[in-house]
């Protein structure tokens, strides 16, 4: 595996297209047994491999030696370096092959690969310009199963280049939200940073709601990311709207000028109407269940639960809860109005 390529070249492209935010990280066990297998497949020596290395090797001999006698006659050369079309996408082809007006590219893969990936559209947009062929097809060889992925075949060079172009800018500028989690993410130098950057998304969310934002226009992947943080932040924006309220009506009881002023009830809760709590009990009453003389003040749910089950009884549990879902529409909170 060549360790030449330029800052936007190589299979970078492919991680860049599923996140934008994907970075390198150090080169583990697996990325280490890969370059000792392109190296040994380069040079056509295997005797720095060891256990199973060898048998990946010698699948990538055997497929690049009947590649040789199915095209005779054709150009072939291993680690070729392909200059980047787009500034910065240049890369070393494992294999590199042309002729008859076409041009293969063979990249050695230590496991599946999209066959459409961003990496094979620059090597086959550099070949196609640098070797001027009019198409030329790209395959992944997966060495540990001795598999080709069927190959993909690319003819219009401007399509190519403007989707490399936007591939790059969007790493460059991080203007897309992170996806999380993808294949990458196990590899990736940024997973530390995923946690905070969800934490940003909710912060952008919060502003998208302010101002409106059309969600027609969001790249699809900010949407997804938002739209999965919703939840979440609406349940935020609940529990941080009840403390600002239970702070304001506090400090107006105790004389403070808060710039509000508090409703009738002064903070306190209380069923809107007692007769409507009584009617919704008789759907589930017998005699017992409507003795029910203390309950005035709305309780926390689960407050509430426990004062009836011990009025009415613990055979009455399942009737209570269906009575405070029910009656929850009959809550009357304290509002709170700015003074003028």
């Known amino acids: 595996m060549s360790e030449h390529h ?26 280490q047994r890969g370059t000792r ?18 048998q990946c090797y010698y699948r990538c001999i055997s497929y690049l030696e009947q590649f040789r006698q199915d095209n005779p006659g054709w150009n072939i050369l291993q ?11 240049g890369g070393t082809a494992d294999v590199l092959a042309w002729g008859d007006d076409m041009a293969v590219v063979i990249d050695w893969k230590g496991s599946d690969n999209a066959e459409d990936s961003a990496q094979g559209k620059s090597y086959a947009l550099n070949a196609m310009v640098h070797l001027g062929v009019h198409s030329v097809r790209v395959v992944f060889f997966n060495y540990t199963t001795g598999v080709a992925g069927y190959p993909a075949e690319y003819h219009d060079k401007a399509a190519l280049a403007c989707e490399i172009e936007r591939i790059k800018n969007n790493h460059i500028h991080r203007e897309l939200h992170r996806k999380i989690p993808n294949p990458g993410c196990s590899w990736c ?15 952008d969310l919060t502003v998208a709601i302010a101002d409106n934002l059309d969600v027609n226009a969001m790249p699809i992947q900010q949407a997804g990311i938002m739209y999965s943080k919703l939840a979440a932040l609406m349940k935020r924006a609940k529990n941080i709207e009840s403390a600002l309220k239970d702070r304001i009506i506090q400090a107006a009881e105790s004389g403070e000028q808060t710039g509000f002023k508090v409703g009738s009830k002064g903070g306190q809760r209380s069923w809107r109407d007692e007769d409507s709590f009584s009617s919704k009990a008789q759907k589930y009453a017998d005699d017992a269940f409507l003795k029910f003389p203390t309950i005035r003040q709305l309780l926390p749910p689960g407050e509430m639960e426990k004062a009836l089950i011990a009025e009415w009884g613990a055979s009455h549990t399942d009737n209570i809860r269906l009575l405070i879902s029910e009656a929850t529409d009959q ?10």
């Open 189 to 203: 130098a940024n997973k530390a940073k995923c946690k905070e950057a969800s934490e940003v998304t909710t912060a």
């Open 6 to 31: 330029d800052p936007y070249g190589g299979s970078r492209l492919a991680q860049w297209a599923i996140c934008p935010h994907w970075e390198s990280g150090p080169s583990g066990p697996e990325a």
């Open 37 to 54: 297998i392109h190296a040994a497949v380069a040079t056509s020596d295997s005797s720095k491999l060891i256990d199973y290395e060898v």
């Open 79 to 89: 680690e070729k370096w392909l200059d980047g079309v787009i500034e910065g996408t």
């Open 331 to 340: 809550l009357r909170y304290t509002t709170l109005t700015k003074e003028k």
